[in-house]
Structure formats: C-alpha cells, structure tokens
C-alpha cells in the first residue's frame, strides 16, 4: 500500500477521485461531491489531501476544508470492498499529525445523513453531532425576477479589501484574521467572486460565489445587523442570481445551517429546495484515535 499526502490536487488526481466518488455514490446513494479546491484553507503549506493507493488505484482518501485554524472539516471515502481493513484510521492519523502541527484545535466529520457507513464511523469515533446542512438548489421553476430592486449591485475590486473586511465582520462575526483570509483568497482565485449590496451609497450586504464547472455555490450571504429583518437579503440574492445568471449560469447552489430558521425560510420562499442533507459531527483533534 501506499500513502501519499498532498497540499492540492493534479489534474490526474482529481480525475482518481472523481472516479471513486462515483463507486461509492453508486453503492452507498450519496448525492454529494467531494470538494477538490485547497485555495480557501487558511494556510496553503498545509497538507490537506490524503489518498491510499493499491498499486495505481486509489482505494481510500481523506480530504480537509481548513478556511480558519480554529476547525477542520473532514470527508473520507473508501472503496467498497477495502472497507474495514484500517485505511481510514491511517489515513485519520496522518491528518490528525498535520492538523496538531497547526494547532488546529478541532474537527468536523462531515457525512450525509443517509450514509450508514459513515455513521457507523463518527459513532466508533465518539464524535458527537452538532448541526446539519442542508445543500439547495435553486429550482428555475419557482423562481421570480424582481420587477425593481431596492439596492444596487457592486462587484468590488481588491482596493476594497479592508472595507469588506470590516463589513464582513459586522456580519458574521469572525476574527479580523479569519475574515481577511478568507476575503483575501476569494479575490485571489479564478473561480470565486464577490457581490456587494448597495443602499443609498452604504454597503449593507455581502454575498460571495464558486464555480466548479456548470455549477455555482453562493456563499459568505449576509446582511449587516442594522438592515436585518427589511427583505434586504431577499433583495441581495436577486442581485446575485441575477449576475449569474446573465454570465450563463443556470444550476445554483446555496448552503444553510439547520440551525439558521430565518435564513433557511427566505431560500425556500426564493425558490431553492433541499437536495443533500450534510451531518457535522464535532470532536477535539488530540482524540481524534480509532
């Protein structure tokens, strides 16, 4: 067997993953992808991606989402038939050393809630469960453009990182160190944007944006504290499907926590339907031992 461990992903690589992703999503009915992007973890040095070979297949994997270093979320896929023989818990101990090398302090296991296999791992683990996602996509059908729309759309420059900095921190609530990598990486890759909501020349929502491919994940969605509560984030989402679709995009995603009641209300009434349902199950790093 053979372990390697990687901070990104080859073309070759991915193609490797794709390719298990699809056997076990036909075995185990998952919907979900594997997310094959580093350039949002919060260090870039970070080994991030680990893969055991048989010979030239790939036969288990385990990747992390790393965007603060106050958590990391873990997804792990192995192949059917080589399940149960140790790979994932070398794998998990190999990111676990990474992850104390960074003071990461915890991790997130992140399944979907029909994965049987899945379960049976965070419940060997201890992990304990914390919330659910739910993954939407907007559904064409249900969707109605606005005839007018009280704010105006901005798409920033990197002149306004430390502006969005501060708004995004009025909004979510995060670290000045947190909130600035993460504006910093969206401007620095080619597959992610920013969209701004104007109102009488004050910014007062934020909204960001991924492409993989046909498809597109809106995320980073907020209003300030003080316009909360008006339709301004019904008025933002607008704005942002609108620019995305006149750019010929036509399958849009949106995440949401099952803890966020409002947010999830205002997606659904926007035309968006639940597709995936995602399990996060919380466990501190240093115990993270099979």
């Known amino acids: 067997m053979i372990l390697k461990e990687l901070k990104d992903y080859s073309d070759n690589v991915v193609n490797e993953v794709h390719h298990l992703e699809q056997i076990c999503k036909d075995q185990d009915n998952l919907k979900g992808s594997i997310f094959v992007d ?4 919060f260090n870039q040095e970070m080994k991030s991606i680990f893969l055991m070979y048989d010979g030239n297949q790939l036969i288990s994997l385990l990747t992390m989402f790393v965007p603060t270093q106050h958590e990391a979320e873990i997804t792990a896929l192995t192949l059917p038939s080589q399940r149960g023989k140790g790979y ?9 050393q990474e992850l104390i090398k960074y003071e990461i302090p915890e991790v997130l296991f992140v399944l979907e809630s029909q994965s049987i296999t899945g379960k049976q791992v965070v419940q060997h683990l201890a992990a304990q469960y914390d919330f659910t996602e739910y993954s939407m996509r907007l559904d064409d059908r249900k969707y ?3 005839n007018s729309n009280r704010l105006k759309y901005l798409k920033p420059s990197e002149e306004d990182i430390k502006r969005l900095i501060e ?13 600035q990598g993460i504006i910093v990486n969206i401007f620095q890759s080619a597959t992610r944007d920013q969209y701004l909501g104007i109102l009488n020349d004050e910014i007062i929502g934020m909204g960001s944006s991924s492409r993989d491919g046909d498809e597109v994940s809106i995320f980073g969605f907020g209003i300030t504290p003080e316009f909360r509560n008006k339709g301004y984030g019904y008025d933002l989402l607008h704005l ?10 036509r399958e849009i995603v949106i995440e949401v926590d099952s803890n966020n009641a409002h947010a999830f209300k205002l997606y659904q009434k926007f035309g968006f339907q639940i597709e995936i349902a995602f399990e996060y199950y919380r466990k501190k790093t240093y115990k993270c031992t099979i």
Not at 38 to 41: D, S, Y
Not at 240 to 249: A, D, F, P
């Open 88 to 96: 994932f818990k070398e794998l998990l101990s190999k990111a676990v």
């Open 167 to 179: 708004i995004s921190m009025r909004i979510f609530e995060d670290s000045y160190e947190d909130t």
């Open 240 to 249: 942002i499907v609108e620019q995305l679709k006149r750019s010929g995009i």
């Open 38 to 41: 580093t350039t949002m973890n």
């Open 144 to 146: 109605v453009s606005l």
